[in-house]
């Protein structure tokens, strides 16, 4: 309880972003807050919800929607077979889109470990045929070509008996009788010893404390300190809608920017921790083969430039084949949007929110003396900011045009002209 109190009075009494420890035992640590401030500065991630329902090609959530016996649906795992998976390929394209970061399902809430795990045979290596730990080439990949690895961990499980059943997963086969949380409990701290261990991720990202979240005592501050004990850089974020607990390093929201709730997931507020939003480039997280309705690859760069405009990262989906490819339609995004980051990354990476909050024309981003203005939708020839700090210099970012303004007490005028048509029309604002 003594490390709880101390989470606690640090979450109150200062930013985790800025604390700077004096002593040993205080946290975060410093290589913590390294860790925070690149992953801030990483800004664009890709989500990869991966199983053996994608045998079924229906979503991640396919066996608590049709309330299909756990023993049935375990049957899957002996016909999966990803013949197609390449890590190399998969962490190549992510790379070349110009994400910096993955995170990977090691275990969904059907409680298949996509791992080579010591404490269940209901595993990637042990319970089917392919005979290969993915996790292991996937990390391995990602080191090698310099890319950060996050692993997703689900809090609940719709086949284990000792997993009490919340809101889901009732009517999957399980016995009621064997429910016991303090068994799942050491399962999972077990798991999640043997992960950070032998596969040494940068974070953590857990779902499904919204399953039940007054039930039971979760213990998080346990699970928390036994992750930053076992790698004080490995940063932990839980998906569980609400404001974040003491002891997590980044702060997530499901389908909507920070400040946004279209969705009903995210109506929590905003601390000051680094922030990430998920989003999905179709409908779905997990692949669902009749869901081709994917996002533009422009739709997707106003949402990542959104998204960095708010000062968080996005986390964008895909959903891999069984097979063991990623669909053409998510490569075809990736690819456009990495065209766009190799000229336009600057304005993205390493930023925070700019001057001026979100605007139904568009965001701001800033880094060191510069300010990026980026028009998403405007119909006018001008444009006024209410930038009260002197503006040096302005000029249009991929052509170095000079860019004509006002500056008054009350803000800045730029005078664009006529605006050409864009995915982000970007101005470059230098700063005194």
């Known amino acids: 309880m003594k490390l709880y109190n101390l989470f606690i009075s640090l979450f109150l009494s200062a930013s985790f972003l800025s604390a700077s420890p004096t002593e040993a035992q205080e946290w975060p640590t410093q290589e913590n807050l390294q860790a925070r401030q690149t992953f801030s500065d990483n800004k664009f991630g890709i989500f990869l919800h991966w199983g053996i329902y994608s045998m079924f090609a229906q979503g991640e959530w396919y066996m608590n929607n049709l309330n299909l016996d756990n023993k049935e649906y375990a049957k899957a795992a002996a016909g999966f077979y990803p013949a197609r998976f390449n890590a190399k390929e998969w962490v190549s394209a992510f790379k070349e889109a110009g994400a910096r970061y993955i995170c990977f399902t090691t275990r969904h809430h059907d409680g298949f470990s996509m791992f080579d795990t010591q404490y269940s045979d209901y595993d990637i290596v042990d319970a089917t045929p392919f005979k290969r730990d993915i996790l292991r080439e996937l990390t391995d990949e990602c080191k090698r070509q310099g890319l950060k690895i996050h692993f997703y961990y689900s809090h609940i499980d719709w086949t284990r008996d000792d997993y009490p059943a919340g809101r889901t997963g009732r009517e999957t086969g399980k016995d009621p009788a064997k429910a016991d949380w303090n068994s799942y409990f050491n399962f999972m701290n077990n798991q999640l010893t043997e992960l950070i261990t032998n596969y040494d991720p940068d974070a953590i990202w857990f779902d499904g404390y919204w399953d039940q979240p007054d039930t039971f005592n979760w213990h998080l501050e346990e699970q928390y300190s036994m992750i930053h004990k076992l790698k004080p850089e490995c940063l932990i974020g839980n998906n569980h809608h609400v404001t974040p607990f003491a002891g997590e390093d980044i702060q997530i929201f499901e389908r909507d920017l920070p400040g946004e709730n ?171």
């Open 262 to 432: 279209t969705a009903g997931l995210s109506g929590q507020s905003i601390s000051r921790l680094p922030l990430e939003t998920c989003q999905t480039m179709n409908g779905m997280w997990g692949y669902k083969i009749a869901d081709q309705n994917y996002k533009s690859v422009e739709t997707l760069i106003q949402y990542l430039v959104s998204a960095a405009g708010k000062g968080a990262n996005l986390l964008l989906n895909i959903g891999p084949q069984p097979d063991g490819e990623l669909p053409s339609a998510a490569l075809e995004r990736l690819k456009g949007m990495g065209e766009w980051l190799k000229v336009y990354g600057e304005t993205i990476y390493g930023t925070t929110a700019g001057d001026v909050p979100a605007r139904p024309w568009g965001v701001t981003t800033r880094k060191g003396d510069k300010q990026y203005v980026h028009i998403l939708s405007l119909q006018d020839n001008s444009l006024f900011l209410p930038v009260t700090s002197k503006v040096k210099k302005a000029v249009v970012f991929d052509t170095r045009k000079p860019v004509s303004f006002e500056q008054t007490k009350d803000g800045l005028l730029l005078k664009l002209g006529e605006i050409p048509q864009s995915t982000d029309y970007i101005i470059e604002l230098t700063m005194k």
